[in-house]
């Protein structure tokens, strides 16, 4: 492989627009080019970022080792497997696919022509996560807000794979396990899907997370507050910024600690992708990382819907 990484961004709408201009800035990779259905969009990205607009798939994975997807939900699995039939390392948005068996098609897939397969639960490189990340230890109880205005994209899924998948994710990375237990309820408002959404998840040591996530929204927020031994950790994503309070003695003391508000998380998400395919290394957030989060957004779903049947 060449010193530089050679990447390709197939779909470059809202989002991809955005991986081809990091692509484009990150010195140890080289954007070869991009590629998406909508032939007008692609060259006006390729325009943008100086690179090329390519007329197929089949001809950009000739010249490129890795591809970044892009492109809506429902595409997921049928590009994402392509890219890695032809052996070529996959940076995959999330949520990973739509069903489990895609999932683990793909994680098989990966394993088996040895690509690296990494999934954009981008929020695991918000500065404000990483900020406190060293003091999550065992948290007890969780609850988490993210609301956010209607916006038509994205509405290809419902709000849990759209949005929820983002806190489930990170719940799952700091208690290192899936739930036993799972209830959900959530119903269509806009759009045909469920737009409004709040999971309780019950975890095997008595952990208890508490998950809501809206999309009709006036007002955005998001938000994660986690309760554990002598500590309250609280993170706002949205606006970057932590809070803790720590029990010391009779006392409960406050802390700001600083975030590196400068630190752009595509940014840090896509350089650790590049860096994992350069240095062989395992990425950040692994195919079986974005399984896990799917497989636990699944179990959502199917709670919501079962609970709808008797809905009138
Ligand atoms: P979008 O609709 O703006 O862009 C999708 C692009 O893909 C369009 O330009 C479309 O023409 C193109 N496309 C569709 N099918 C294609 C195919 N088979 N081959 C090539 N191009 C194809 O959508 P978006 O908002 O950019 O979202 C794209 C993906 O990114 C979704 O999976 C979404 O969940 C994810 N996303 C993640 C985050 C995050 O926070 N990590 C945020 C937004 C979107």
């Given amino acids: 492989m060449s010193r530089k990484l050679r990447v ?24 070869v080019g991009v590629f998406d259905i909508n032939r007008e969009r692609s060259e006006f990205v390729a325009k943008r970022w100086k690179t090329r ?47 489990v068996e895609q999932a683990e098609s ?33 948290p007890k109880f969780i609850e988490s807000h993210r609301l956010a205005p209607f916006n038509p994209r994205g509405t290809d899924v419902d709000v849990v794979l759209d949005l ?30 469920v737009d409004i959404a709040n999971a309780r998840l019950e975890f095997d040591g008595g952990e208890i997370a508490n998950v809501t996530a809206s999309r009709i929204s006036i007002e955005k927020l998001r938000k994660i507050r986690m309760f554990q031994k002598d500590m309250y950790i609280s993170i706002d994503y949205l606006h970057r910024s932590v809070e803790f309070y720590r029990k010391f003695g009779d006392e409960i003391i406050p802390y700001f600690p600083d975030v590196k508000q400068e630190l752009e998380p595509l940014k840090l998400e896509l350089e650790s992708f590049v ?32 609970r709808m049947k008797n809905f009138v």
């Fill in 53 to 99: 607009a390519y007329p197929d798939m089949e001809s950009l994975f000739k010249d490129v080792d890795a591809i970044s997807c892009v492109v809506p939900t429902s595409a997921h699995f049928e590009v994402g497997k392509k890219v890695i039939e032809h052996g070529l390392h996959l940076f995959l948005e999330k949520p990973m696919t739509e069903t």
């Fill in 8 to 31: 390709g961004v197939i779909g470059v709408g809202h989002l991809g627009f955005q991986h081809a201009r990091i692509f484009h800035q990150i010195e140890e990779a080289e954007l």
């Fill in 275 to 306: 860096s994992a395919v350069l240095n062989d290394e395992e990425p950040p957030v692994t195919g079986m990382d974005g399984l896990r989060a799917l497989r636990v957004a699944l179990r959502v779903k199917e709670d919501i819907a079962r």
């Fill in 164 to 193: 929820m998948i983002h806190d489930l994710d990170l719940i799952l990375y700091y208690l290192g396990k899936e739930p036993v237990r799972v209830e959900a309820v959530g119903v269509p408002v806009i759009t045909k899907k």
């Fill in 106 to 138: 793909l994680v098989n897939l990966a394993k088996e022509k040895g690509v690296k397969l990494q999934i954009g639960h981008i929020e695991r490189f918000n500065p404000a996560v990483l900020a406190v990340h060293e003091l999550i230890k065992s």
